[in-house]
């Protein structure tokens, strides 16, 4: 067994202890997380772990960038890219895709595109590259080489939202927008796959409340995986 599987190992058997005993917890937790997946999912998953613990205050910090746990930013960080270094435990959480997307209105008005060169007369929604924090986002820009023109937003809550309000295309994330009304999936060619990692360090492995909380997420991303796993029509 690795260094990483007997910590992971150790975090989920305090959490399991911690629940098997029912003890209650207290003290601060700090998630940092990508801005869409902290907004559209974590938000709401967290809330509902807190109400279970009420002493237990949960900080979730849903922000594009990267978190440093050894500078103690946060006490669990999800990333896009894994560190090749220093010593964190790292699971993966789980894949996730994307795919384009567009506004009933905006299409309405401007029409649909057929294809990716059909695009140099529609607007692009994509990201901001000097705002790009890790190397998987490297999808963000794939329409705006062919768009007519760009509107870029460095969140990708920004983005959704700017997407939602008939600016122009964008890559989305398919568990974000799946059931949003008003939004149309279309290009179905042009499709994305990415992963979320967990981090910890692993000083912190002992801590009932870090414990607790890595446990949880990691049984709630293994639930919801066909959530975040869409596959085209």
Known sequence: MSVAERVETEILGVAEDTRARGASLAGTVRVGAPDGLGTYFLAGELGRLQEDHPGLVIELVPLPRTFSLSKREADLAITLDPPEEGRLVISRLTDYTLGVYAARAYLDRYGTPEDEHALS?????????????????????????????LFRCAGVAGQIEAVRAGIGIGILHDFVVRDSPGLVSILPSIRFRRSYYLLSHPDTGNLARIALVRAFLTRRFREERSRFISDPA
Do not use: F, K, P, Q
């Open 121 to 149: 007369g529609h607007a692009a929604v994509t990201g901001v590259e000097d705002y790009a924090y890790a190397s998987s986002l490297n999808y963000a820009n794939h329409l705006g080489r062919s768009a007519g023109r």
